[in-house]
């Protein structure tokens, strides 16, 4: 059963299912959004443990196999951890940050990023530029907080850039700290 769910999430989140639709983020953005969601405490990159996590509990939503909210046990939490595990064998890095974006709570209603670039400046997730994208993977981490206050976005988005600056390219840290957060329109949401 397990497997059977690792590969039918695999098979509707890889690069090959979305040949026929847009990508959630563009394609080579990857890095930007794993390095802005995935760093710890010291700012490092981790192995995509919160992506892979919340990729598992959005399948097993899907199945109706997750537990009530406030349910989650340790038997739930081991149960999640072995089937990341399976995911982490079966899904490169590209395929994870795209699975992981198209699901995504960007505040103010919209879920997944070619809902909040829409929204938000709206754009494409073809046309949307590295600032754009670094700002969702910062509102990602608490969209509830930052989406509604900018002060705090932009304080989290530097800090995380700048704990990013090993994982990305010289060049793209330094443009994207230059220019700061992509500013979110006042009143701008999916839905209320």
Sequence with gaps: MIRAILVAFALTTSQAAAQDKPLPIPAGMEPL?????????QGEVETLGS???????????????????GQSTLSDQLRWAGKTVGLRLILSDSEIAQGWAARADLGHGCIGFPAALDAYWGTTSQDASPQ?????????????????KPEMLAATYHQ???NAEGALPESLSKTL???GPAAIPEGAGCRE
């Design 33 to 41: 959004v794993i390095a802005i969601v995935e760093q710890n405490s």
């Design 51 to 69: 992506m892979l996590r919340e990729l598992v509990i959005w399948a097993e939503q899907a199945n109706g196999t997750l537990p009530e909210e």
């Design 132 to 148: 754009q994208i670094a700002t969702l993977a910062t509102i990602a981490r608490s969209p509830v907080t930052f989406a509604s």
């Design 160 to 162: 995380l850039v700048s």
């Design 177 to 179: 700290i230059q220019n």
